[in-house]
């Protein structure tokens, strides 16, 4: 019964996710507005949540933590962590103050969870101080959820910060219900890398260096305005000193060792349901697209979004908010969460999928059917309950979806899926 339910929660997910792409295409993005504008939307936090700040010890040092929302019984909080040059403000809040994520955050605390000496304001440690290693910033999370009374959680990590909620996730594995990784590199800095890192920090500033981390080189000389603002909030908000020790300790990463599952062979890989996260202009692709290759076909989805660079959640919040969205309900939340103008924004039309895959039974009970009616009354039914039955209106809107694998395995074995929205 608990593979049924596991089966069912990530063939739902997916299945939303295909649909998703498709009414992103059919969508108007126009329409649909952040609430916090231009500036503002980096730095300042809408003032619907009670929100509260501490700084929390834990076995490796104190940490700043901002907990918005109050933790609700058994359900999970929604744990973020920030990418190097970032901290909780700059890295998320485009995301939560957009219109369409108060549907999701009405139904769970957030916990924002900042690396040592990244929040605004943070003073310069003292002199011979060791900053944590990114296994120890892992560590410092189970004090974090002790604290504020969180027993399991949702993770969203971009970046350095996608790095730590997996190892976390791999070293307590009952406590993440599910991850959103953005930009995550599982790989440990290869000499190349450590050299080409060398070089050009004699060579360009600490701030040009997080720049080309988190933007890729065409959105660099195409988005003047976006490259500008976190820019000037590195230069002028970040500790330097600590931003370097940060950016040190992320280099000094080891390989996280996750394994493709391969039955009978014990390997150290994601128990929960994963969706990886890059914009097709991110310099983060290939890592991802790595990452992707080395994790559970069966609970991993890979979300491409095209038109969209380093920070997903900055300039696509609308297309990462519905992701989310359907992630969490894939999950077995929010069921009754009501539909985003993305959703409204549709006509009487549905999307055609084709996989390379070629056609796909999809179990959701025992009966283990689905029917798809492809007619143009532009009315869909959804059932998740004992027929497994759907109904889907028809358009010629094409999708192809890509199955990813780590290597020329056979036709019959699972692959992950890939979403290009």
């Given amino acids: 019964m608990k593979y ?24 108007h993005l126009a329409e ?24 929390v010890e834990t076995v490796h040092g104190s940490v700043h933590v901002t907990m918005c929302g109050t933790p ?70 189970p004090g974090i959820l002790k604290q504020f009374g969180l027993k399991t959680v949702i993770g969203m990590g971009t970046g350095a910060g996608a790095y730590i909620l997996t190892r976390f996730a791999l070293n307590h594995p009952e406590m993440m219900e599910g991850l959103v990784l953005i930009n995550v590199n599982p790989c440990a800095e290869g000499w190349m890398d450590w050299a080409a890192t060398k070089i050009s920090g004699w060579t360009n500033a600490l701030p040009d ?27 002028n908000d970040m500790n330097q000193t600590n931003l370097h020790l940060f950016v040190n300790s992320y280099n000094s990463r080891r390989d996280l060792e996750i394994e493709r599952p391969v039955p009978g062979i014990n390997v150290v890989t994601l128990q929960c349901p994963v ?3 890059v914009g097709d202009s991110s310099p983060a692709v290939d890592a991802v697209v790595e990452c992707n290759s080395k994790l559970d076909p069966t ?50 039309s549905g999307s055609s999928v084709t996989s390379l895959e ?16 492809h007619t143009g009354e532009g009315t869909r039914s959804r059932s998740h ?16 979806l890509t199955p990813n694998s780590a290597s020329n395995a056979e036709q019959s074995s699972p692959k992950s899926m890939e979403v290009s929205c």
């Fill in 209 to 235: 260096m997080v720049i080309s981390h988190l933007f890729g080189k065409e959105e660099i000389h195409s988005n003047h305005d976006l490259i500008h603002t976190y820019r000037q909030h590195i230069i």
């Fill in 358 to 373: 070629g056609q796909r039974s999809r179990s959701h009970t025992g009966e283990g059917t689905r029917s798809r009616s």
């Fill in 72 to 141: 609700r019984g058994n359900r999970p909080a929604i744990l973020t962590y920030h990418d190097i040059g970032l901290n909780h403000k700059t890295c998320f809040n485009p995301l939560f103050n957009f219109e369409d994520m108060q549907e999701i955050t009405q139904h769970f605390a957030v916990c924002h969870v900042d690396a040592p000496g990244q929040q605004d304001g943070a003073p310069s440690f003292q002199t011979g101080y060791v900053y944590p290693s990114m296994d120890q910033l892992a560590e410092m999370l």
């Fill in 275 to 277: 969706l990886l996260v």
């Fill in 4 to 27: 049924r339910r596991a089966h069912f929660v990530i063939e739902s997910f997916r299945y939303q996710l295909l649909t998703m792409s498709t009414e992103f295409q059919d969508a």
């Fill in 299 to 348: 609970r991993t989805t890979l979300l491409k979004m095209a038109d969209c660079g380093g920070l997903p959640q900055v300039s696509q919040p609308a297309k990462l908010a519905e992701a989310f969205k359907y992630f969490v309900q894939g999950m077995g939340y929010i069921p009754s969460a009501s539909m985003t103008r993305l959703m409204r924004s549709r006509t009487a």
């Fill in 385 to 400: 309950t004992g027929d497994g039955a759907r109904n889907r209106s028809h358009t010629d809107t094409r999708i192809e």
């Fill in 32 to 55: 649909v507005k952040p609430l916090v504008e231009k500036e503002e939307a980096i730095t300042r936090l809408l003032p619907d949540f009670d929100v509260q700040e501490q700084d």
